[in-house]
Structures are given as structure tokens and as C-alpha cells.
């Protein structure tokens, strides 16, 4: 079984501010991670995944988010928070190796952006 | 465009009816994905279907129900047994055989549904 755990329901940051979502899974086995964002009213879009290729993962809008396997964690930043980054974020795990389909989500980090 | 259409956007239900919410996908994907968003919740699974005339239960199926007679179409159906379905419902899709669980889930835009 797996699940992960969202520090923090809301965050807010400054404009040009540094970003950090946290996120922290748990799983039997290697898992594969990964980051999507939700605009009011919308759709999930992903953001980036971690598929063990490599440790740092770099995604769309400046994202990027660092696999700790000692850390169970895949927290999410960005240098410097841009109006448009307000939204919902979700980290969602699920495991590795054949038959794995279904994507355990958190509860999400709605993230504001102060001007 | 390849993707994924959600109708309707909003639907209104009166308590005791039954109401379908369509998802179709033209991305040409084996799986597809039902989930229900509730504020402060996540995204809980509903229903997901591997292939077509098979589907299988996720995490709050009971006063669901859904059909794959087509590859790419997924309706849900929620019924009057649901005790309390308002909520917003996202459709999703995914390509790769078994075995690839690193392909991500493509979403539809959803339907709000809300049950006056």
C-alpha cells in the first residue's frame, strides 16, 4: 500500500519569493512520484514525475522537484513565485513494476502568491 | 487536438434521480479513470477500467456505476444511492500496456455536479 502526505493545506509566499511544497510518500515498494496543478475549475495538469531515471527532476513553469529515497520526500520549488503559480498542487505516488495503475493522491497544497 | 471532453460542465441533479456525466478521450489510451474532488480531500478513486468491457472498483465506488463498451468513452452514472454526490468529478486517461506505471494520467476539465 502506498500514501503520501502534504504538509501544509495552504501556502502563501511573496512574488519573487522561493517556492517549497512538501511532499512525503510511503511505499512497499520503489515508488514512481509526481506533481500536478489544478487552476480553479479545472483539470490536473502534471507538472513533472519521477520515474528513478534521476534524482532531480525538472518540470514545466520553472518547476522542479528532488527524489530523497533516505527522506521518503519529493517536495516541489520553484526560485522566485510568479502570480500565475497561484493554484492547487497534488503529489501523487504509485508504485513501481507491472500492474501498478492506480495513482495514490495527497490532499493537496493550495498555494498563494502575495504581489 | 488530442485530449480529454467532460460533459457537461455543471449538471443539476434533484435528490432521487439517477444522471450520467460523459468522458470521451481521443488520445487512443487504455485505461481511463473516474475520481471525485472534494474541497480539503484530494482525489479519491471511483471507478478505472485497463481495457475495454472491463472495469474494476477504486476506493468509493458504492452509488456508482460505469460501463467501457468503447475504448475511448467512460461514462459514470451516479445513482440515487449515493448519499451525498455533489462534488466535482475528473475523468482521466492513461496509455501504456501493463507494466508501465511511469505514464502519467492525462485529465479531463470535469464536471461540478450539485444535487438540489
Known amino acids: 500500500a502506498q500514501s503520501v502526505t502534504q504538509l501544509g493545506s495552504h501556502v502563501s509566499v511573496s512574488e519573487g519569493a522561493l517556492v517549497l511544497l512538501r511532499c512525503n510518500y510511503s511505499s512497499s515498494v520503489p515508488p514512481y512520484l509526481f506533481w500536478y496543478v489544478q487552476y480553479p475549475n479545472q483539470g490536473l495538469q502534471l507538472l513533472l514525475k519521477?520515474?528513478?531515471?534521476?534524482?532531480l527532476v525538472k518540470g514545466i513553469n520553472g518547476f522542479e522537484a528532488e527524489f530523497k529515497k533516505s527522506e521518503t520526500s519529493f517536495h516541489l520549488t520553484k526560485p522566485s513565485a510568479h502570480m500565475s503559480d497561484a493554484a492547487e498542487y497534488f503529489c501523487?505516488?504509485?508504485?513501481?513494476?507491472?500492474?501498478?495503475?492506480?495513482?495514490?493522491f495527497g490532499k493537496g497544497t493550495k498555494l498563494s502568491v502575495i504581489p | 487536438d488530442g485530449g480529454i471532453t467532460q460533459s457537461p460542465k455543471y449538471l443539476f441533479r434533484k435528490e432521487g434521480q439517477n444522471v450520467t456525466l460523459s468522458c470521451e478521450q481521443n488520445?487512443?489510451?487504455?485505461?481511463m479513470y473516474w475520481y471525485r474532488q472534494d474541497p480539503g480531500q484530494g482525489l479519491r478513486l471511483i471507478y478505472y477500467?485497463?481495457?475495454?468491457?472491463?472495469?474494476q472498483k477504486g476506493d468509493i465506488a458504492e452509488g456508482y456505476s460505469v460501463s467501457r463498451e468503447k475504448k475511448e468513452s467512460f461514462p459514470l452514472t451516479v445513482t440515487s444511492a449515493q448519499k451525498n454526490p455533489t462534488a466535482f468529478y475528473l475523468c482521466?486517461?492513461?496509455?501504456?500496456?501493463?507494466?508501465?506505471?511511469?505514464?502519467?494520467?492525462?485529465f479531463g476539465p470535469g464536471t461540478r455536479l450539485t444535487v438540489l
Open positions: 482521466a486517461s492513461r496509455s501504456g500496456a501493463r507494466g508501465h506505471s511511469y505514464n502519467e494520467q492525462f
Open positions: 501523487a505516488v504509485t508504485p513501481s513494476g507491472a500492474g501498478s495503475y492506480q495513482l495514490t
Open positions: 477500467s485497463q481495457i475495454v468491457n472491463d472495469f
Open positions: 519521477y520515474t528513478s531515471a534521476a534524482t
Open positions: 488520445l487512443n489510451h487504455d485505461a
